[in-house]
């Protein structure tokens, strides 16, 4: 009873985040300019693979006992997916890169 409802549970978790994997490779491919292409990898991709790790954890923490190297790569990405996010976005607008938006300007 338990095995069949966690087995269900760690379906639940793949099949969640890799739809939010799957929207958020779509946007990155058909989003039109740099400014809204973030969207794509640094919102929906890491709720995704955050989604699939969670998945993971319960799938081999309940075959093997605790595991935490996926938490440590959960860790990783929440860090390093919003720091690169934000060096991209700076570096297109030092470029000069057209937005579908209005860039704001700096004070």
């Known amino acids: ?5 966690l087995d269900l549970l760690t379906a639940v978790l ?4 890799s739809g939010f994997a ?6 990155l491919a ?4 740099i400014f809204t292409r973030l969207h794509g990898p640094t919102k929906a991709t890491t709720l995704g693979v955050g989604g699939i790790l969670l998945g993971s954890v319960l799938f081999f923490s ?3 006992g605790l ?9 990783f990405l929440f860090l390093t997916a919003p720091v690169s996010a934000h060096l991209l ?3 297109a607008k030092h470029r000069r890169c057209r937005s579908v938006a209005p860039v704001p300007e700096d004070d």
């Open 62 to 64: 309940v075959r093997d």
């Open 89 to 91: 976005a700076r570096a």
């Open 14 to 17: 793949l099949l969640v985040g």
């Open 22 to 27: 799957l929207i958020g490779s779509i946007g």
């Open 67 to 75: 595991s935490l190297h996926e938490l440590l790569v959960s860790v």
């Open 30 to 33: 058909r989003l039109p300019d």
């Open 1 to 5: 009873m338990i095995a069949g409802l």
